[in-house]
């Protein structure tokens, strides 16, 4: 072989070892731009979990903070309804109150018994019509049957007919329910 075929052989040689070790970086670049594409997305999707966390965090603290809002102002409403929820009450029975006053007085100075008598009937009807529109009813339990849920036993007396056993006989403190709950039971004589 000649020199010239040689050198050609060797230009040619370096030409196709430039053309692979190109070939080699352009297929490590696109790699390396792959990877650092894979690493931008992961970056991407990171900065977005992180920005979903910070908002949730935020709606959770502002949900808590109206929570605890919202408990203390109950809490303040149910304490002044304790406080002041009889107001509605007393201020029905307040007649009744300058009723009692006057009759004490006009008592006192009174010749006529009978007088005086319908007068406290009158007052007593007046009150017990006042407890009525408040809710109050009060327990008639003579001749029903005895029930826990509504009586409470303080004798046991022989019964005087047999269709009376079981039965109430006779109502030593009269109970009474406040819309429809027992606030006092009735104390009775029960016949066995």
């Known amino acids: 072989m000649s020199k010239e075929n040689h050198q050609e052989e060797e230009l040619k040689q370096n030409e196709a070892a430039q053309a692979a070790e190109t070939q080699t970086e352009k297929t490590s670049q696109t790699a390396e ?21 910070e908002e949730q965090k935020d709606k959770y603290l502002r949900l808590s903070a109206e929570f605890d809002n919202y408990r203390k102002r109950t809490m303040k ?6 406080k002041n929820g009889g107001e509605k009450t ?3 029975i307040l007649p009744i ?26 007052i007593s009807q007046k009150f017990q019509k006042v407890l009525a529109q408040e809710g ?7 001749g029903k049957d005895f029930d826990t849920d509504f009586h ?5 007396v022989p019964a005087p ?32």
């Open 161 to 192: 007919a047999e269709d009376q056993k079981g039965k109430v006989l006779d109502c030593v403190q009269t109970g009474y329910t406040l819309n429809d709950k027992v606030i006092r039971h009735a104390k009775v004589v029960v016949a066995q």
């Open 152 to 156: 409470e036993a303080v004798a046991l």
């Open 90 to 92: 007393i201020s029905a």
């Open 33 to 53: 731009e792959q990877e650092l594409t894979g690493e931008e997305k992961l970056q991407k999707e990171l900065d977005a979990a992180n920005r979903t966390i």
């Open 97 to 122: 109150l300058d009723d009692m006053e006057r009759a004490l007085q006009n008592a006192r100075k009174a010749e006529d018994i009978q007088a005086v008598c319908e007068g406290i009937e009158l």
């Open 77 to 82: 409403e149910k304490a002044e309804l304790i």
């Open 136 to 142: 109050l009813q009060k327990m008639e339990p003579v």
